[in-house]
């Protein structure tokens, strides 16, 4: 089962939230607007009311959509209310010229997304820029946020030479792609950036890419994304992290963009931080390795985050 339920934002922006699996059960049922059916069947406590599952809010990073953690929701779907968020920009969401792309449009989404779908207490899963969504928001508002699970995303500056470096890396890409095929053989294969060949990457971008006129071309505009961008790769992040109260799983790809030193270095600095890594993974752990990535997640989140709240 896939489901979607549109969620609003700042400034009236629509966002596609997608729940991936059968309910768990417990479900107190959740109509289209994210309010609670009670029609539905349930679990009942002694006072007769149902208890509602304990959510799960899934942020992809740059460029990504709420598809990529389908696998993830679907294994998180037999315990918890697991929720992917196309975040604005992104996927099926809105994506107007004219709106905020900066880290405070992005943490008030997932906000609106949590108390709009009564996900609270909720853990956050982000992978890259999601993660650093996850854990400004953790710290912004711990009493909605359980759980965290930051995946191979740093907390230092990354500086303005990479900001230039991803500029070209966008010129760079030979758009329009004639099939989906070209698109999977260059980000999986051809891609300068690419130490080495990556099928999972080809599939990543393929999930990101749609069929146009003259072929296919990415679902996202690469100006909103270095808007977005720009609003964080000058600042470090590491005031926030060490705001954040709930316990939190730092997890890196072996081969990924985080350094080992340096995860273990926010792990430290977390009041409640453990570490983690996955081998035979890049930049997109749970695409190189989703066993891997689950034999991590799935026993701190056991651990962590009841599967009623």
């Not at 009670?38 to 598809?67: F, I």
């Not at 980000?187 to 130490?195: S, T």
């Not at 505009?221 to 799983?249: F, G, I, K, N, Y």
Request: with cysteine; proline share 6%; glycine share 10%.
């Amino acid at each position: 089962m896939v489901r979607r339920i549109d969620v609003t934002g700042p400034e009236g922006i629509r966002l596609a939230a997608w729940e991936f699996g059968d309910p768990p059960k417990g479900d107190h049922g959740v109509g289209h607007a994210g309010h609670p059916d009670h029609r539905s069947g349930g679990a009942a406590g002694a006072t007769g009311r149902q208890r509602k599952p304990s959510g799960v809010l899934l942020l992809h990073g740059l460029m990504g959509r709420a598809a990529h953690w389908a696998d993830t929701a679907r294994w998180l779907s037999a315990r918890y209310r697991a929720i992917g968020l196309d975040q604005r920009g992104h996927g099926r969401s809105d994506k107007p010229d004219d709106a905020s792309y900066d880290r405070d449009a992005y943490v008030d989404d997932a906000e609106a997304a949590i108390e709009q779908l009564d996900l609270a207490p909720v853990a956050l899963i982000g992978h890259s820029m999601g993660a650093l969504t996850a854990w400004q928001l953790a710290a912004k508002r711990p009493d909605l946020v359980q759980a965290l699970v930051i995946c191979d995303m740093r907390a230092s500056a990354l500086g303005e030479q990479s900001q230039r470096e991803w500029e070209g890396w966008y010129e760079s890409w030979p758009v329009p792609f004639a099939t989906l095929a070209d698109v999977r053989k260059w980000f999986g294969e051809d891609d300068p950036k690419l130490e080495r060949p990556r099928v999972s990457r080809g599939e990543f971008f393929a999930e990101v890419m749609s069929e146009q006129e003259d072929g296919w071309r990415p679902v996202f505009s690469t100006d909103q994304m270095l808007r977005a961008r720009e609003t964080w790769v000058h600042d470090a992040h590491w005031d926030e992290l060490a705001q954040v109260q709930c316990p939190t799983l730092v997890v890196r790809g072996i081969d990924g963009e985080l350094g080992r030193a340096e995860a273990q270095e926010m792990v430290r600095v977390l009041p409640r931080g453990i570490y983690a890594e996955v081998p035979d993974a890049g930049h997109l752990v749970h695409y190189d390795h989703p066993d891997g990535w689950r034999r991590v997640v799935e026993p701190f989140l056991q651990a962590t985050l009841p599967p009623n709240a």
